[in-house]
């Protein structure tokens, strides 16, 4: 299993997501490899893979530079289906810790809705504590 930063968009890259996003929002958008070359493009968003034989999971991290400092946010963390209970997710998470630790973050949050039992025990066994906290939600031009 390897874990690595996806620095370019090959077309498994986009084979990956097409397969990947409906598992983990059936209501969104597959994005377009041009989409993902402007995520890979960016300076604080970085995708990474988990790779065996094929790409089976992947993990969004954000940096937001802030005047009360570096902080990160994991976002769309999937691990497909057929290759769940292997620690894809532990390796993801692992892999975005030393990251961004490497980049000098000290905080890292995320979210995971409760019904995601595996996840939110991969969550906290990966030394993430609950906060105390109200996430909210604007949503502007939706596409309905």
């Known amino acids: ?63 937001n530079q802030m005047p009360t400092g570096k902080k990160a946010w994991i976002e769309d963390v999937v691990v497909d289906k057929n290759n769940r209970g292997k620690g894809i997710g532990k390796k993801l998470i692992e892999f975005a810790i030393e990251f961004a630790r490497d980049k000098g973050i000290s905080k890292i949050d995320l979210t995971s809705r409760p019904e995601r039992v595996a996840a939110n025990e991969l969550y906290q066994k990966s030394g993430f504590k609950r906060r105390n906290t109200n996430v909210y939600r604007l949503e502007i031009n939706a596409i309905h």
């Open 1 to 63: 299993m390897n874990v690595y930063r996806c620095i370019k968009i090959t077309d498994e890259v986009v084979q990956a997501f097409q397969k990947l996003i409906p598992q983990l929002d059936p209501d969104c958008s597959i994005p377009s490899r041009e989409y993902l070359n402007e995520l890979i493009l960016s300076d604080y968003l970085f995708l990474f893979l988990a790779e065996d034989e094929e790409i089976t999971g992947s993990l969004t991290l954000i940096i």
